[in-house]
């Protein structure tokens, strides 16, 4: 059984920095390519940034790009997302999402519809 697991979100002031953290488990994580998504209130779903562990391509939305660093360990199978700078904006439950079949490159942007594995959400909190 797949798990996505995430951890690290909590409440920040605005400026202040946060490093979320996707802890996958049940699949060989080499093969997959993690997702980060966020959800504010009374929004649409977004992703922000993806890594494909094969290739180690990456990909950040605008939103994000320029404040954020996305990373993997192997041997951890844990996939980081660095937060800095971080604003009022930013606030929101951050998810992690997994699949084989995803396409994660620079120039792509990250669609939910891609992703069969989810975890349960970290919230972020930016205080102004």
């Known amino acids: 059984e797949v798990q996505l697991v995430e951890s690290g979100g909590g409440l920040v002031q605005a400026g202040g920095s946060l490093r979320l953290s996707c802890a996958a488990s049940g699949l060989f994580f080499d093969d997959y390519i993690i997702g980060w998504f966020r959800q504010a209130p009374g929004k649409e779903l977004e992703g922000v940034s993806c890594i494909d562990n094969a290739d180690n391509e990456t990909y950040y939305s605008r939103s994000v790009k320029g404040r954020s660093t996305i990373s993997s360990d192997n041997k951890k199978n844990t996939v980081y997302l660095q937060m800095t700078a971080l604003k009022p904006e930013d606030t929101a439950v951050y998810y992690c999402?997994?699949?084989?079949?995803?396409?994660?490159?620079?120039?792509?942007?990250?669609?939910?519809?891609?992703?069969?594995?989810w975890g349960q959400g970290t919230q972020v909190t930016v205080s102004s």
């Open positions: 999402a997994a699949d084989t079949s995803a396409y994660c490159s620079i120039d792509s942007n990250v669609r939910e519809d891609e992703y069969a594995f």
